[in-house]
T-cell receptor
Framework: GESVGLHLPTLSVQEGDNSIINCAYS??????FIWYKQESGKGPQFIID?????DKRQGQRVTVLLNKTVKHLSLQIAATQPGDSAVYFC????????????FGAGTILRVKS | DAGITQSPRHKVTETGTPVTLRCHQT?????MYWYRQDPGHGLRLIHY???????DKGEVSDGYSVSRSKTEDFLLTLESATSSQTSVYFC????????????FGPGTRLLVL
């Protein structure tokens, strides 16, 4: 299997339900955040991004929520489908690292049919 | 993976041998990046390039070198491969610097015996 999936938290949801994937980021000064989706054997795929001057942004079937007070980011997927099964991870633009993107380890989403 | 290819996709090599991975883009993006992905870790930046012949180190650059002689190609060299460099390597590109969305290639799975 895909070695990147080892030791990651797993979220199992029923097809058609909504999914919420959470991410805690490290730097309160981080200004930009991205969610990526990675299917087995593939490279990460951009889903949605948000800047720190917003607390919510919606895309197609996805919504990202940003809570700067507790340094928390969440990705909501509406009407989850089998094709949504993947590893999801967030990234922050972290000033402590020269404004480079710092990536979380990820969460496995499994969709049950 | 649109517009980004990586070669080889899989490679097995022996400790002490040099290895070169190639990233090729057709998007004419200025910025290119090399990451490695390991179990339990997020993507970690090895090196990046902000233009032809302009490169800089990331957080895990020891044992790696890069070159960019053309906009479209970014090469990653493991000067003398070690078992700790067994990983999945991803190339990424972006139009703008860190606050710009990075798009990833399909990855190269490297096994160092």
């Amino acid at each position: 299997g895909e070695s990147v999936g080892l030791h990651l938290p797993t979220l199992s949801v029923q097809e058609g339900d909504n999914s919420i994937i959470n991410c805690a980021y490290s730097n309160s000064a981080s200004d930009y955040f991205i969610w990526y989706k990675q299917e087995s054997g593939k490279g990460p795929q951009f889903i949605i991004d948000i800047r720190s001057n917003m607390d919510k942004r919606q895309g197609q079937r996805v919504t990202v929520l940003l809570n700067k007070t507790v340094k928390h980011l969440s990705l909501q997927i509406a009407a989850t489908q089998p094709g949504d099964s993947a590893v999801y991870f967030c990234a922050e633009e972290n000033m402590e690292y020269g404004n480079k993107l710092v990536f979380g380890a990820g969460t496995i989403l499994r969709v049950k049919s | 993976d649109a517009g980004i290819t990586q070669s080889p996709r899989h490679k097995v090599t022996e400790t002490g041998t040099p290895v070169t991975l190639r990233c090729h883009q057709t998007e004419n993006h200025r910025y290119m990046y090399w990451y490695r992905q390991d179990p339990g870790h997020g993507l970690r930046l090895i090196h990046y390039s902000y233009g032809v012949k302009d490169t800089d180190k990331g957080e895990v650059s020891d044992g790696y070198s890069v070159s960019r002689s053309k906009t479209e190609d970014f090469l990653l060299t493991l000067e003398s491969a070690t078992s700790s460099q067994t990983s999945v390597y991803f190339c990424a590109i972006s139009e703008r610097t860190w606050s710009g969305t990075q798009y990833f290639g399909p990855g190269t799975r490297l096994l160092v015996l």
